[in-house]
């Protein structure tokens, strides 16, 4: 029950602390999880985080779905899940009832822009970190560029470019033979 817990706790202070969707947690994330418990790798990190991305829905709770599933089994995902979950859930709430009044009030509009610069800091910081661990290969470098070019200056649906890229993976490991470089 403890553990079950921790995985509450630890995904509702990550849930809590989260602004600006799934880049931004994955600093929080790669603390609490990797560094602080020790519950999982970071290369486990990053591959709980493509799943979640790849997967419909939220990237933010199918992350954490899918630790608390490895961690602890399906009841460590529900709960894993719950913790991402309520934070929002509590402050869209609170949110909700004060709106009108908040909104329009220069301290929280000055507030919001604060947060924006910190979200594009941590998405730059994200990008680089995820850069560092999978960019190891230059075939990996042009797939990286490829996907990016077409994401930026196509209207290709971003889930067909990830397909793409996974084909463009397996096509690689099979003409190279199955060996890891």
């Known amino acids: ?22 880049l931004t947690m994955l600093p929080l994330l790669k603390y609490e999880l990797v560094e602080k418990r020790e519950w999982i790798t970071e290369e486990k990190l990053l591959d709980c985080y493509a799943v979640g991305q790849c997967t419909p829905g939220i990237i933010a709770v199918n992350t954490a779905t899918y630790v608390g599933y490895l961690k602890k089994g399906i009841s460590g995902g529900i709960v894993a899940t719950l913790g991402m979950a ?17 909104i329009t009030q220069p301290i929280v509009q000055h507030a919001l822009m604060g947060i924006r610069g910190a979200v594009c800091a941590l998405m730059i910081n994200t990008v680089y970190t995820l850069a ?23 209207e290709i649906p971003t889930v067909l470019i990830i397909v793409l890229a996974a084909l463009a993976g397996i096509l690689v490991d099979r003409v190279e033979g199955g060996t890891e470089k």
């Open 1 to 22: 029950m403890k553990e079950l817990w921790d995985l509450y706790a630890a995904f509702f202070r990550i849930g809590i602390l989260t602004f600006g969707g799934g």
């Open 86 to 102: 309520s934070p929002s859930v509590l402050i869209i709430t609170v949110v909700a009832v004060f709106l009108q009044a908040l």
């Open 132 to 154: 560092k661990k999978s960019l190891v290969r230059p075939v990996w470098v042009v797939l990286c560029g490829a996907a990016f070019v077409l994401a930026l200056f196509t």
